[in-house]
Every structure is written in C-alpha cells, then in structure tokens.
C-alpha cells in the first residue's frame, strides 16, 4: 500500500522533544479541554547546550560619545527544545542579541555557542523572523515557502514535499497558489513561519513577529506557534515588548536592563500548558515581571529625558 508525503515526511522531524506526546494529546481537542504540563529544561551536567552565550558584550564607536556600550557581560543558556522569551526595554538590546546570534554581527568579546561550537557567521542550523517578514509579493505561497530550500540546493521532489507538509502545519494548504497580498497579516505570518521552519533549523530566533497585528489575530497565533513547537520540537528565542506575551507562550523569561543591555533578571514559568492571555495566573506572573521591568523603563525614560534638554 502506498503512502502518501504528508504522511511519510514528519518522521524526519525531531523525535526527542515533547512532541510525540503532547501532540497526540491535543490533536482533535479544543484547546480548552487540555491540560498539559510544561516540560522543565534542566540540564544534566554533561549535555550540551543547544544555545549559550558566553559572557557577551558588544561596543559601537560613535562619533559624538566615542563609543556605546549596547551588550555587557551577558550569559546565557538555552536547552534543546526550550521556548525562551526575552523582554526589555525599547533600546536595550535584545534584536542586537538575536543578530548575533544569527551570526549577523561580531560581539567585542565573548563567544555565541550553538551545540557548543563559536558561531562565526550566519549557518542554516539558524533562522531569524523579523516584524516585517520580507515575503516576496511576486512569488505564490507555495513558491515563498520553496524560496529557502532552492537557495540550499534541495531537490524538486523534496521541496515539493516539504513545501505540502509545511503549508499544511500552518493550515494554509488550499492558499498555496495565492499571492502574499491575498492574505490577511496573520496569514502572512504563517506563510513567513513555514518558509523558516521549510529550512529545518535547530533555532528559530522571532524578532516581535506579531507586534504588528490586531490582538484577535495575535491570540490566534499565539495557539498555532506553540502547536507548531510542541510538534516540531524546535528551540525558539522570542522577543517581545509584552510582557504577558513572554508569559504566555515561555518556559522562561530573561528580562534586560537598559542600555547597557544586561540579564537582569531570569523568570521560570511554571504554568500549565495551553495557556491564554487573559488567564489570571498569566496576569499575576506577567504583573511580577512587570514590576521588574519597571525600574528599567523609568531608566531610559530618564536618559531620553536628558538627552533632550542637552539639545
């Protein structure tokens, strides 16, 4: 008996994450009814981190001040599989930490770690999302999603069959043939996400990809993305100017200080899975972070203040 692509290519997906089980839980169930415990992502003393920053810092020479301090001292570890969440505020670094670890820019010192060998430059085990997706409006769907996989040479066969199973994890399968400026924002979202995970990275880095969008929308999103990583087991680095966003979809939340960017502070969560925006246990736990933030927002406030009245 013959079988089909949709269902022979998920086997070559991760198969050492949550995945297998929690899936089988919540496929055919609404949300509501399932009660998922998150999957802690504690590290034995030999394994790897899939992620670490060793001690980062990065400086820029300005002509004006002579240099800025953007990134000090920062360490950091992501586990294979975890779902970190980063906030801050405005200006403390967190997209300049994801471009580095991209491999988009060089930090002054210290070294970025994926399975523990220093990254050096941009590498397909990594992907960055960006707030404006840079789909290709003259390319269909289906095409946009294939774009990545012609760049590293996948065969046709491959590619189409990646491109069907991929457009069918986002639910976008019956708009392949449309054109980006068909769909709505949340679409397009889904079709940007697709195109990354088409390229089967270890790391998905998600630079505020739904600050954009109504909050319907991003509610919605919120639910496929972490469908998408509890069935794909990949490790996601998020960040965002929400804070319950952070709460809602982390196993963990760094928060920044201000400029220079530092990890102030490091917040487990401890909830069930699914969670929901408006659960007051997301309300309580974001309100904590909140009130760390706080005193970081009122720092750069203070310094846009008085960068203003020396004008």
């Known amino acids: 008996m013959s079988t089909s692509p949709q269902n022979t290519y998920p086997s070559s997906l991760p198969q050492d994450h949550r995945g297998a089980g929690r899936a089988s839980v919540l496929r055919g169930k609404p949300a509501s009814s ?30 004006a001040k002579g240099s800025l301090v953007a990134l000090e001292n920062i360490s950091l570890q992501v586990q294979q599989g975890e779902f970190l969440c980063i906030v801050g505020p405005s200006g403390c670094g967190k997209s300049t930490l994801l471009h580095l670890i991209a491999g988009l820019h060089n930090q002054t010192s210290g070294q970025v770690l994926i399975d523990g060998k220093a990254v050096s430059g941009p590498g397909t085990d990594r992907i960055l999302i960006f707030q404006e997706l840079g789909l290709f409006p003259w390319l269909t769907v289906g095409q946009n999603v294939e774009f990545g996989m012609k760049m590293k040479n996948i065969s046709k066969a491959e590619r189409e069959e990646k491109t069907q199973y991929y457009l069918k994890l986002v639910h976008l399968s019956k708009f392949r043939d449309s054109y980006i400026h068909q769909l709505s924002g949340g679409m397009r979202q889904r079709v940007a996400l697709a195109r990354a995970l088409a390229t089967e990275p270890d790391v998905l880095l998600m630079d505020e990809p739904f600050a954009a969008l109504d909050a319907q929308t991003r509610d919605l999103l919120h639910d496929e993305l972490e469908r998408i990583w509890s069935e794909t087991g990949r490790t996601i680095i998020f960040v965002t100017h ?14 920044m200080t201000f400029r220079p960017g530092r990890v102030k502070q490091e917040f487990p969560i401890h909830l069930p899975r699914p969670r929901h925006m408006e659960e007051t246990d997301v309300a309580r736990t974001a309100g904590e972070v909140l009130a760390c933030l706080r005193d970081e927002i009122n720092k750069s406030l203070e310094v846009e203040y008085a960068d203003e009245k020396a004008k």
Do not use: M
């Not at 929400?242 to 928060?255: C, F, M």
């Open 34 to 63: 399932v009660t998922v415990l998150p999957v802690r992502h504690e590290a034995g003393a030999n394994v790897i981190p899939k992620v670490s920053l060793d001690n980062i810092s990065l400086s820029y020479k300005t002509n």
């Open 242 to 255: 929400n804070v319950r966003e952070a709460v809602r979809l982390g196993d963990r939340v760094a928060l």
